[in-house]
């Protein structure tokens, strides 16, 4: 892992309605640890930071601007000079100006983590990757919920975030851990 070239952390989705209790089992519980260590590291390296938030158009829905279940979580809000990027879909760079925010910037590296693993962080990365940014996906601080397989079953959220850290890391991005990010912002 190295930045050799302008890079920017994106946190994605990282908000209070996924700890309600209609959420099925989630992995990573170090998710918040390891996102708290990126922050403050990223941070005393003064590179960009746009933080991602899912602002739900669907009624009722917990991510709906208006619902509490919207709101960051503690210690991932943006402080002042850190923007905002309000998407209403999986992909960050749909339907936003995070594309033009990082191209102004002169950004060419995005470091991306959040929730979850398999639905934004991922479709995310695939966007990123196929817009021309080199992406890396930081495991670690990213997690994901158990999902019905369709005959009854339950996929395991650790199976589920595995297999799409294998997929990203297959064409899309490189997959590291919190402390690789960390060490190559001090080297």
């Known amino acids: ?6 890079a920017a952390l994106i946190p994605i989705d990282l908000q209070q309605g996924f700890d309600l209790p209609a959420w099925p089992r989630r992995n990573n519980p170090a998710l918040d640890a390891n996102g708290l260590r990126l922050l403050q590291g990223w941070r005393a390296s003064g590179r960009p930071l746009i933080h991602v938030r899912h602002d739900s158009v669907q009624p009722g829905s917990v991510f709906e601007p208006t619902h509490p279940g919207n709101a960051l979580r503690p210690g991932f809000e943006p402080r002042e000079g850190e923007p905002l990027v309000s998407k209403s879909v999986n992909a960050a760079f749909i339907g936003t100006d995070l ?6 910037l002169g950004v060419r590296h995005v470091v991306l983590f959040g929730i979850s693993t398999d639905m934004c962080v ?3 990365a695939r966007v990123a990757a196929n817009l021309g940014y080199r992406v890396t996906v930081v495991g670690d601080a990213c997690a994901c919920f158990e999902l019905p ?3 009854g079953g339950t996929i395991d959220a650790d199976a589920i ?8 890391r297959a064409e899309f991005a490189e997959v590291v851990d919190t402390d690789a990010v960390l060490a ?3 080297a």
Do not use: I, V, W, Y
């Not at 892992?1 to 302008?6: G, K, L, N, Q, W």
């Not at 594309?99 to 102004?104: K, S, T, V």
């Open 161 to 168: 975030h595995r297999a799409h850290l294998a997929t990203l």
């Open 149 to 151: 397989d369709g005959n």
């Open 184 to 186: 190559a912002l001090a």
């Open 1 to 6: 892992m190295r930045f050799d070239e302008p």
């Open 99 to 104: 594309d033009l925010r990082l191209r102004r």
């Open 122 to 124: 991922s479709t995310t």
